[in-house]
């Protein structure tokens, strides 16, 4: 990133976008950073310049980009595998014609680099799941996994085909305090601390030995954005890389805020995202991430549990005081 990148995030107010958005303002000023999104009612992402999109509306992603001549794109618009499974067709229509659109904006305007991320559901169930390869079977049995992994031999024919310098990792599920996460099969992994704090109990939707690839927010940032400043010569794949942070079930993550809430109680009532996470790899080798790019995850399970507390709670409390 160069301070002279003026650089467009869509679906900006999501989990991610919401801490993206944030760092790379501090890193480029505010006004060097256009936030994307639906709406900004929450008023998430006000304090810079703000656009209101679909990126479904392909006229107005190119009145966008040329509005503000972005150099870069980081496009997060998409449905997560919960919800989408609820909307396949929905899903599948601002998954892919989003993508479309946002390659094809950045093919005509030669925007200089352009991130999309996969994701851990890409893979499926006779993908081998413990230490899984960057290169192994790929049978998503999920509409989201399915549009991940047409998103990426999407991304690689573009950057084959039209030279586009598009980068991308597959995301383990992430986990942040600043916002709520939007309708994924990993999701528990944040409401836990909610509740963990607001009620001391939590009722998990995947049964207790679920084991799957997770990754603290700061880390996912810091990979992504690591990514984006690597010469392109050193980004030999063009699809999406592998990305491992921690691999938990919730049996592990209750034993862990137990150490900090005593009392806290988790029961079990699995539910239509039980088969999802079935599906998923237990654990993601990344070593491709960490040779091609120096890829290194500074969260581990206990390290992320106490500054997830830390931070909602001080939230909580705020919250509290403002009743
Ligand atoms: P999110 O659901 O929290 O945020 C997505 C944002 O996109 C929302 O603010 C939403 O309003 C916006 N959006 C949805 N449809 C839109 C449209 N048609 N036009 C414009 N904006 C639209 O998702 P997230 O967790 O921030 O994920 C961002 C990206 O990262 C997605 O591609 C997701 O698949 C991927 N990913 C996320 C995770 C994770 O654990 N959060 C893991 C793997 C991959
Ligand atoms: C989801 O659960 O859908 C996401 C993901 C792993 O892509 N968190």
Redesign the pocket.
Known sequence: MKPSDTILV????????TELVADLRQQLGEDRVIAA??SFASGVNTNGPTEI????DGNRLQEIVSKYQVTQVFH?????SATMEKKPKLGWR?NME?LFNVLDVARERGIGRVFW???IAVFGPTTPRDNTPQNTIMDPSTVYGIS?LAGERWCEYYFLKYGLDIRSVR????IGHK?E????T?DYAVHIFHEALRAHAYQCFLNENTMLPMMYMPDAIRATLKLMDTPAANVKIRSAYNLAGISFSPKDIAAEIKTHIPEFQISYLPDFRQPIADSWPRSIDDSPAKADWGWMPEYDLAKMAQDMLHNIKKKQAEAALQL
Do not use: E, M
């Open positions: 869509i679906g900006s107010n999501g989990q991610i976008g999104d639906l999109i679909d990126v479904l997060l618009a998409a449905l997560l601002i989003g991320p996969s994701s991940k995301y383990p599920g992430l916002s996460p939007g309708g994924g990993t």
